[in-house]
């Protein structure tokens, strides 16, 4: 059997509100084993608020706790990206409950780097942020479905840290979200280029695009495979009006 | 599949020192579908703040909550208990997880009424408390074990709200803890009057009689038949002097 590697595995706080529940989410953390906390454009940083919630036996993960901006500037270095949220609909089909997460993640984790993104308390994740997500989470519940942040946290966290698999699921490598925005980047611009997309609203045919490579699960390799295949075909359109038969590009 | 009965089942807080904690914990009740919650001698009782943490939609839940002033008369009507603790010992011998309890209450739950009773966040079930235990529960952790309070309600109601069985296993309705307590101090003083315990520590023997019937799993009509016997033995006591064949007692 093979278990999580706890140590691939962080949790990142988008715009959380309060700080007890920074603190709340770090003791919880503790609690089951994890120890990365990134938090993204925290409404109120009050380190002492922080610091009592999470308790003495926490606060290593509270000092070494990272904030930022930006929420992809935070997600850059993940190879999965698992989201959380309450509400479902048309861009919101859940993946599985927590304990179908936990067990489908033990494999990836074993080589690959996990964010478990989670929204603020007012909003949760916005479809904006969804777009970052390989798989959809949402803790079954019975009629009222808000959960308190830093509990989520933990029943994601207790879960993982319950669970594990038989040995022979290898999973490969994958791309980052750092690699992975810079090739949906590029793709955008090839499909503005031959009118795929609308240029007043890119996005929602990104959506699906975004979707089928995330089923995917593209590896590093792959990627660089289809950017060279972007600079080729943004190469062939800058000079189709010179030639009709263009050459092949020095860096394809 | 049967599932567990909510309905049956309430969470007793034994001496909570945290007003926010009760709050916390009534809100993770109601994402989980439970609606009972017993609070004994609570350190604050801060209605205010408890409501806040709650948030509005488990509002009800603290407006019916009962207060007590003693643990044994919280759990006086209930058939079964399961007990929380994050330290173990010899005498805190946990039955399993949250996982394997919620499994063994799912029958159980059909025809009993359950208590999850949890200690106070300074010290937890002191060994007095535990005694009233039928099944011990320890979260599994990884270093630090202490479980902020609402946290482990969560994780308990969480694993019950998420456990089925099967069907064939019909468990009858069990002895209350109120039937139980009034047969153990019968008992209690049959056995100082054979001598078998100590008259300065009667606990220490008792707790493994209390183990045993607590396997056992004793039925209403059981313990009246073992009170019917500690009756008939006091009354042969009382009259051992008077006559060497005493009669059979009028209230057997």
Chains 1, 2 share one sequence.
Not at 61 to 79: G, M, Y
Not at 169 to 181: G, I
Request: a negative charge; hydrophobic letters at 40%.
């Amino acid at each position: 059997m093979i278990k999580p590697k706890k140590e691939h595995i962080a949790v990142v706080l988008n715009e959380p509100r309060y700080p007890e529940n920074i603190g709340a989410a770090a003791r919880a953390m503790k609690n089951m084993g994890f120890n990365q906390l990134l938090v993204v454009r925290p409404y109120r940083f009050d380190f002492e608020k922080i610091a009592k919630m999470a308790t003495h036996e926490a606060l290593e993960i509270v000092e070494s706790l990272k904030t930022f901006e930006d929420i992809e500037e935070a997600l850059a270095p993940f190879n999965y990206v698992v989201g959380t949220t309450a509400r479902t609909g048309r861009l919101r089909r859940p993946n599985g409950s927590p304990r179908d997460m936990a067990e489908h993640i033990v494999p990836i984790s074993q080589e690959n780097q996990i964010a478990l993104l989670f929204g603020s308390e007012k909003w949760g994740l916005t479809n904006e942020d969804l777009k970052y997500c390989d798989y959809l989470v949402t803790i079954p519940t019975d009629g009222f479905a808000s959960i308190n942040l830093a509990q989520s946290v933990m029943i994601l966290c207790y879960e993982i840290a319950m669970a594990e698999r038989e040995d022979s699921l290898f999973q490969p490598k994958r791309a980052s979200v750092h690699e992975l925005e810079n090739m949906y980047s590029h793709l955008q611009e090839v499909f503005l280029e031959i009118g795929f997309l609308r240029p007043e609203n890119p996005e929602y045919w990104m959506r699906n695009v975004r979707s089928l490579f995330s089923r995917v699960g593209l590896l590093s390799k792959e990627v660089q495979l289809i950017r060279g295949l972007c600079r080729q075909f943004l190469w062939y359109a800058s000079n189709k009006d010179q030639s009709r038969h263009p050459k092949a590009a020095e860096e394809p």
